[in-house]
């Protein structure tokens, strides 16, 4: 069985910053690609941001140079830096990682989101 948690949310003022984690549990065997995704009350999810095995990164325009995503391969965890945060970035969070199991099955896993309110 794997999990993914994200954790760190909250409500912070424009401008201000968050740091998200996402902790992958279970029966791993290797966690290859990460991202995180986001989605606005009434809107689709969309990407924010993935990054592989490597730490390759690929980030929408929208956050580059506010958002800065890492992983810690060790700790089968990833996070997200969030800096000069703006109403815009108001959404439900969530990571997702690309997981072969102990088992050696591969498949697509979720977290199950945590909210990010930026408001003053």
């Known amino acids: 069985q794997v999990q993914l948690v994200e954790s760190g949310g909250g409500l912070v003022q424009p401008g201000g910053s968050l740091r998200l984690s996402c902790a992958a549990s279970?029966?791993?065997?290797?966690?290859?690609?990460m991202g995180w995704y986001r989605q606005a009350p009434g809107k689709q999810r969309e990407l924010v941001v993935v990054i592989t095995y490597g730490g390759n990164t690929n980030y929408t325009p929208s956050v580059k140079g506010r958002f800065t995503i890492s992983r810690d391969n060790a700790k089968n965890t990833m996070y997200l830096q969030m800096n000069n945060l703006k109403a815009e970035d108001t959404a439900l969070y969530f990571c997702n990682a690309q997981i072969r199991s102990l088992s050696a099955q591969s498949r697509l896993y979720w977290g199950q989101g945590t909210q990010v309110t930026v408001s003053s």
């Open positions: 279970g029966s791993i065997s290797v966690i290859y690609d």
